[in-house]
């Protein structure tokens, strides 16, 4: 199935086919049976759609299902043939036909079966819906008002249990974002669902993800419909954003002027999203709806609705574009250039069509479902409970501010003040009054009352103190407003979990030790290009080991250093991390019966083993270095750089302290030494090649016995052949065999045939006619043969042979006998 050649065609969306049907009151479905089998392949084809059966290989002849360009084939066809008649759907197996009255729908039905007809394709009998006004096509209910969700699925969602694990939820959930076009408030209800999906929270089902399981099963359950989108009607799109979340709404502007919705869209802000500004925020449910809906706005002219004043001014057509705007807000403005459309502003409580999707619900009662063609108002923005009007009330009523108020307009009284009124006369040439409210410089003096609700303002987004004090002198003062402050933050149960981590301590320093192999550090280091590894440091001399392993178990660790204590020997002390392979009962009874101590360090703190730690990051670096090769060779070259290489604090290399001597590398070729050790290597040579002058020798002809290794004789006679190398011999045995044989495998015979004895006995003689000679010549020509030399022949025959003989070591007298006579 993967020989074949991928062939990329789109599949219609359901948006795309639903968005045609505008007008159509009368429909029919049609199901081709067995669709991909009705198409026959051509005999190329057939080779590799081949079958393994029991019975033998089997060609298939129609296109079977499970090749993966088999959908992308059938669409085009289908596509091709049936695409040019109006009101006319198919996708896939499917097909669906609508028309405005019964005869344009008759029409349509009779120039789609006629080409079925003509491709030879069948339709499923069972599955056909003809000339109804209702079908259900793709999952959706459709009709002349609209579409609906079907009842089936509705009824699988009422149906569905509570959710027990992340693995249900996501199934529920993909169930009711598949209708999420019907689903007002989609976003906002299910935004509790959504956070028990995060694997880094707890799975705890509490009182307000039941609300929204239920919540969300009630609102699909309503009667909402969605009109057909209709390319003579004019489009809206209403946007708007909230601190969690974005939404939009297509809708259709009716001839009275009601609003028809068409879809919804809503999704939650990021985390990073919700840290934007508000003006940011409207700005991205701006382009949220018109990506959304792009398939219906993008060519048409279309109303963009905001409750978000300022951003006219930013994203209106034709207007420029303000220089100092962020780069976001460009990239916004240049992405809605594309798009043919008008952007107005309406006030929020207006704002009746608003998908506020993202705000999570603030009541507990319940909601009614409008009717379907009216969309209200779903959730109103707060209101400010504070602001000028009732702080002039409040600092009418404050003993304290009443009097300073008055003071101010008055003038100051001269005699001596409390304590508490001395800080305001101390600023009174910084004080006024504006509609009742006292002013110092330009920030508000806050009543008493109000001070509170003025600090939760301040601290709603938890700024932490210095932040929270500057946000405090551009508005408002009071007398101790700092200390206010400083105790608010502190008391802030938020503020302090998320505080920055505390000063570090110096980190521990381990006891130097006097020995190698005496302390070990040892961790994982990895994954690293695919490859996990146990990194082994000694902290004496500095050696590394470094193992490849599978995996970080507690058996995978034990092997190895198994493996090292063989060759160095048991360590007196192992330091490692709290990895669950190093903290196992297996690995502690390891320790324990090759009685090495081991230490373990701080939980979360892997400063504390910084020696292994600094080796696992050199490591990395190096392996991450490798662009191709094997990586083997480069870590075998790595760990021999890192023994021979000097340590900065030892001043030694690894190798030399642990083994006291310094391993020989390609860099040693590099010193003029080397000449020497060359030249001893050549004396050496020599000397191997005067010795090999008294291996033994064989001629050809030579009678000799050769070693035998397939018969139980062990040694066989022979004759010599010729020799074709320095220590091997060809020889052919007796009954005529050829073999070949090394020196070792040799040794000397004597022929016991008459024709050899004479030529024994002449040698012999000749030997006899030598023994005249002087001692230095018999010294020089020493005849003896040694132990399994070659017996040489003297005859006739050869009177110029030389006569190889072995050196004879000359005797003289010891230099401390110099003085001395010796008798024999």
Known sequence: MHATKNQSYPLPTISELLSSL??????????????????????????????NTPRGLMKVCRLPFGVNVAPAIFQRLMDTHLADIAGVKPYLDDILISGSSKEEHDERLKKVLQRLVKLGLRLKKEKCVLATDEVEFLGFRINARGIQPTQDKVKAIHAAPRPTNRTELQAFLGLVNFYSCFMPRKASIVEPLHLLLDKKQKWIWGEQHERAFKEAKALLQSSSVLAHYNTNLPLRVTCDASPYGVGAVLSHVLSDGTEAPVAYASRTLTTTERNCAQIDKEALAIVFGVKKFHQYLYGR???????????????????????TVSPRMLRWSLLLSAYNYELCFKNGKYLANADALSRLPVVTKEFGIEEPTDVLLLEMPPEATINAQHIAE??????????????????WPETKLDTE???????????????????WGNRVVIPEAQKQEVMDMLHQAHPGIVRMKALARIYVWWPGIDNDIEQLVKRCTPCQESRNAPEKAPVHIWEETDQPWWRLHIDFAGPCQGKTFLVVV????????????PTTSSAVAISNLRQLFTTHGLPEVVVSDNATAFTSREFQNFMVSNAIRHITITPYQPASNGQAERMVQTIKRALQRIVKGDWNIHLARFLLNQHITPNSRTGLSPAEL????????LLDNLHPDRAKTSSNRQHIQQRNAENAKRTKTFHPEQPVYIRNYSKEDKWIPATI???????????RTLGGERHRRHVDQLRTRVDTSKEKIQEKEEEDRCKEGTEGRSEEEQGTEDTEEPHGSTERKISTDEPNRKHEHRPVRKKCRPKYLKEYICRL
Request: proline share 6%; net charge positive; charged share 25%.
């Open 22 to 51: 505008a007008g159509g009151t009368m429909f029919t479905k049609l199901d081709l049976a067995q669709a991909y089998q009705q198409l026959k392949v051509d005999e190329s084809t057939e080779e590799l759609l081949t079958l």
């Open 301 to 323: 002219y279309f109303t963009i609705v905001t409750d978000h004043k300022p951003l006219l001014g930013l994203l209106k057509p034709h207007s420029p574009i303000p220089q």
């Open 394 to 411: 409040e600092t009418k009523k404050d003993r304290v501010l009443s009097r300073i108020l008055r003071w101010t307009l008055c003038g």
């Open 421 to 439: 009124y001395k800080i305001f006369h101390n600023k009174k040439a910084e004080l006024s009054v504006h509609r009742n409210c006292l002013i």
């Open 538 to 549: 000694d902290s004496y001399s500095k050696w590394l080991e470094v193992r490849p392993v």
């Open 658 to 665: 642990l083994m006291h001597r310094r391993p020989r590398t």
């Open 721 to 731: 052949e010729r020799q074709t190398g320095p220590v091997s011999y060809d020889k």
